[in-house]
């Protein structure tokens, strides 16, 4: 897929890195040139100096066969702006926008602009830390059926194939956070101390996952 991302701050430049290391083709534009210092020297997307909602710039980074538009600049209005264009003059259908604000996010939610809002985040991230089993999903599908989340699990597990800890918990493990590092499931992967299991399933499914996890595993008669 291509995706144009704008802003190339912390943020941006950290997820082009992502995106192209898993086979995606980026653009990233940015309106001062020395942002472009924080992409590593093997980074092979386009850089566009201008601003991200100007039509010029966006045509320039490829927007019109992008897949996929983000708005991650440090400026709330420059943001949603560029969503917009990105999803009404191009056509992009998928678009996210990073707002500061979180009650401006909300807003613009409603107007079908996908936002993450920074304090937010945040604080749902420090949530899912103390009340791992209470905290708000990392994402919902837009019918709000489907989520994926962070779930606590048991440190019994620990030494399990996580192809045996999905069927006995009956989930689906999306991928492990260990040590910071996002980790792809395989046939031999083994939970880790430390490790943060991530599972996708039906909302209504979570009870009863958390509490399988959350305990040791039964074992085998």
């Known amino acids: 897929m291509h995706i144009v991302i704008m802003g190339c701050g912390r943020v941006g430049s950290t997820l082009a890195h992502i995106l192209e290391d898993g086979g995606h083709s980026v653009a990233i534009i940015d309106r001062d040139p020395q942002a472009f210092r924080r992409l590593r020297a093997g980074f092979r997307g386009r850089r566009v100096t201008g601003v991200g909602f ?5 045509t320039e980074a490829g927007v019109e066969s992008a897949t996929a538009f983000v708005a991650v600049s440090s400026g709330d209005n420059s943001n949603i702006i560029s969503a917009r264009v990105a999803r009404e003059t191009f056509g992009v259908d998928n678009v996210v926008a990073r707002i500061y604000d979180p009650r401006r996010a ?3 939610q409603r ?5 993450v809002a920074t304090v937010r985040w945040t604080a749902d991230q420090i949530m899912r830390r103390i009340l791992p089993e209470g905290a708000e999903p990392l994402w919902r599908d837009p019918t709000g059926t489907v989520v994926l989340t962070e779930v606590s699990v048991n440190p019994a597990w620990i030494g399990t194939r996580v192809v045996e800890l999905e069927q006995r918990a009956r989930t689906r493990a999306a991928f492990i956070n260990r040590m910071g590092e996002a980790v792809t499931i395989g ?3 083994v939970v880790q101390e430390g490790d ?10 979570m009870d009863r ?6 305990a040791a595993p039964e074992e085998d008669d």
Do not use: F, Q, S
Request: negative net charge; hydrophobic residues 45%; glycine residues 10%.
């Open 106 to 108: 909300e807003v613009y």
């Open 54 to 58: 100007d039509r010029g710039v966006l």
């Open 209 to 214: 996952i958390n509490k399988v996890l959350a």
């Open 111 to 115: 107007l079908g602009i996908p936002t």
């Open 187 to 189: 046939p031999d992967t």
């Open 196 to 205: 943060v299991l991530h599972v996708i399933a039906a909302e209504g499914d």
